[in-house]
């Protein structure tokens, strides 16, 4: 309107011919006529009143063409129509169609986009500038690609993992069996040494292999991937949940993924996810090498190279290794956490307290908020105890390396010979090491209460009744038993004799 304004003041201000008019104002001639013309056949008066809106003159010059004349009783409303688009898999072609069903040749498709178009409420959007090498997007593919296992013949589905970079969309792809935590971060590890480099953030959609508690605020990281996260330097930027904006880059990169590879793959047989992996590195090849329209024919590759990867961090020495890690582990009143059918040591002082265990490679790391607590080798799925001397209570550390066999046996012959011989027959008869040791402390404990002399005597008396137990020394020993000079074996009143028959004496204690 502004163009408009200065072509009716050189006509009727400055009495400037048409030709004269485009010359000045750099239009063309058909141009100034048209909308003097306009402007004589709209019954307005040159000049205009100084309030005269910009608005006001366009509806007059160029009035919209007459709304289609068409019953609101049989159109949907627009705000119906807007909240059936926000449904899956909705598309204004599917309402068009079930509107034609329930009125036919009433409104033609043409006249429904129309009437959509020139009613529907305005979008209100924010371009995002993404800066070279800052953000790599995150996300997974709805579709993926099936594949026959040649050992079995059953079709495995896939998840088809796709990243890509804000400013340049140049994209990385590959297919995994599940969306679970080691499959996310492997596939991770696996694009940082497509791009060559690291980006400054992540941003991954909340799927709990990334996010364990989404919040716009302070998200929760599922641990493994927090913790490949730091191993990289990188941070984690979640995307709101249903805010697909956050990461419209991927969006579009996944949809590219589905079309131009997905699709084009999906009339060839594999029998392997290596084989399904293999043709898709061939067609991100491709993929990255198309020119776009919109980028004046550049192609992703060429963006990559001009304005990612020149800010990309570059990668440590060692790739990040996979860590199964399990989190809220209690250490039990014997000091011990139990992780995949072991049990492990952790200081004593943290009994009943929650521990982080990670498992790198064949090691076991402990943590205790947020700091290291202690290592163990990995041990068998065995239930046996892995235990660290250091982790033990001042009166537990009996020997290095905890409770042992030789240990009790060491400590019972400094008693005396009876005294072992009852710890002996005490660790050969239980079935748990950790009943027998209990039983063996239980013995030692005997000497420190009742003195070491009569605890041998006790032993012996227990010996010869063929009761070696500690129940039958503790017992012999508060009778005062063990304190008779001679042991007294009454004569048998039958005359048979077999070694079933205990005998009258072996009731004796």
């Known amino acids: 309107m502004r163009q408009t304004r200065k072509i ?19 239009v063309s ?20 009143a100084e309030d005269f809106k910009d608005s006001e003159l366009e509806a007059r010059l160029y009035p919209q063409p007459q709304k289609e004349n068409v019953s609101d009783s049989t159109l949907p409303s ?14 204004l072609q599917r309402l068009w169609e079930e509107y034609n069903e329930a009125h036919p040749d009433r409104l033609s498709r043409s006249r429904f986009y129309r009437y959509w178009n020139r009613h529907r409420p305005p979008e209100v959007s924010l371009k995002m500038i993404h800066k070279g090498g800052e953000k790599l997007f995150v996300d997974y593919s709805g579709d993926g690609i099936p594949y026959i296992d040649r050992n079995t013949g059953e079709v495995k589905d896939t998840r088809v993992f796709v990243s890509c970079f804000g400013a340049s969309s140049y994209a990385y792809a590959e297919a995994t069996d599940t969306e679970k935590d080691e499959d996310f971060v492997n596939s991770h590890v696996r694009s940082f040494s ?11 959609d909340n799927l709990k292999s990334g996010v364990i508690t989404p919040s716009r605020y302070e998200p929760k990281l599922n641990p493994l991937y927090e913790s490949m996260a730091e191993h990289y330097g990188i941070a984690v930027l979640p995307a709101r949940i249903r805010k697909p904006k956050d990461k419209a880059p991927v969006e579009n990169a996944v949809l590219q993924v589905q079309q131009w590879i997905i699709a084009r793959l999906r009339n060839r047989q594999f029998f392997s996810l290596a084989e399904v992996n293999a043709a898709i ?60 059918d072991h049990f492990y040591s952790a200081p004593y002082l943290l009994v009943g307290k929650l521990v982080e265990v ?12 947020g700091v290291h607590v202690c290592r163990h080798k990995k041990g068998a799925p065995n239930f046996l105890y892995t235990t660290i001397t250091e982790h033990m209570p001042p009166n537990h550390r009996y020997m ?18 009876q005294t072992k011989a009852v710890t002996e027959k005490i660790l050969a008869g239980k ?13 030692l404990h005997l000497g420190k209460t009742y003195t070491n002399e009569r605890l041998e005597k006790a032993c012996e008396r227990a010996l010869r009744f063929r009761s070696p137990c500690y129940r039958s020394v503790k017992a012999i020993l508060e009778q005062g038993l063990d304190k008779q000079t001679e042991l007294i074996f009454p004569t048998p009143q039958s005359s048979e004799s077999h070694e079933n028959i205990r005998g009258s004496q072996y009731y004796a204690v």
Do not use: C
């Open 8 to 26: 009716l003041e050189f006509r009727f201000d400055f009495k400037q011919s048409a030709q004269q008019t485009a010359q000045a104002l750099r």
């Open 29 to 48: 001639k058909g141009t100034v006529i048209n909308a003097v013309r306009r402007f004589e056949q709209s019954g307005l008066v040159w000049p205009l």
């Open 78 to 91: 627009i705000e119906w129509i807007e909240k059936e688009l926000r449904r899956p898999h909705v598309t």
């Open 194 to 204: 497509f791009f060559k480099g690291l980006p400054a953030a992540l941003v991954p």
């Open 281 to 340: 590195a061939e067609e991100v090849e491709l993929l990255n090498d198309r020119p776009m329209k919109d980028y004046g024919g550049q192609s992703r590759r060429e963006r990559f190279e001009l304005l990612d990867k020149p800010y990309l961090r570059p990668l440590p020495a060692e790739p990040y290794r996979i860590t199964r890690i399990k989190v809220g582990v209690r250490v039990q009143p014997n000091y011990h956490i139990r992780f995949e």
């Open 358 to 369: 990670h498992l790198i490679g064949r090691i076991i790391e402990l943590y205790h908020d």
């Open 400 to 417: 290095k390396g905890g409770w042992s066999l030789d240990y009790f046996l060491n400590q019972t012959e400094q008693i005396g010979p």
């Open 431 to 443: 079935t748990h090491p950790e009943q027998a040791y209990n039983a063996a402390r239980g013995i």
